[in-house]
């Protein structure tokens, strides 16, 4: 479970996935770009990839093994 903190309403918003976009369920903020935490501990969780390369290795991947 991740959490990222809103610094429009000072809350904090949860989510169990890392990729898409991410708005705060009270302001409407976009928190996609914000720093993730760990829900539990609040330590930073640092994720150094971008969506775009998450669904070129996955399609990449299933297409290969579809042709074969």
Same mark, same amino acid.
């Given at each position: 479970?991740?959490?990222k903190n809103?610094d429009?309403?000072?809350?904090p918003?949860f989510?169990?996935?890392?990729?898409?976009k991410?708005i705060?369920?009270?302001?409407?903020n976009?928190? +996609?770009? *914000?720093?993730f935490?760990d829900?539990?501990?609040?330590?930073?969780?640092h994720?150094n990839?971008s969506?775009?390369k998450?669904i070129?290795?996955?399609? +990449?991947? *299933?297409?290969?093994?579809?042709?074969q």
């Amino acid at each position: 479970m991740y959490r990222k903190n809103c610094d429009k309403c000072f809350r904090p918003s949860f989510s169990s996935s890392e990729l898409g976009k991410w708005i705060c369920p009270i302001c409407q903020n976009d928190l +996609t770009e *914000y720093p993730f935490f760990d829900a539990i501990t609040y330590e930073q969780i640092h994720i150094n990839y971008s969506f775009k390369k998450v669904i070129k290795s996955y399609t +990449t991947q *299933y297409y290969d093994r579809k042709s074969q």
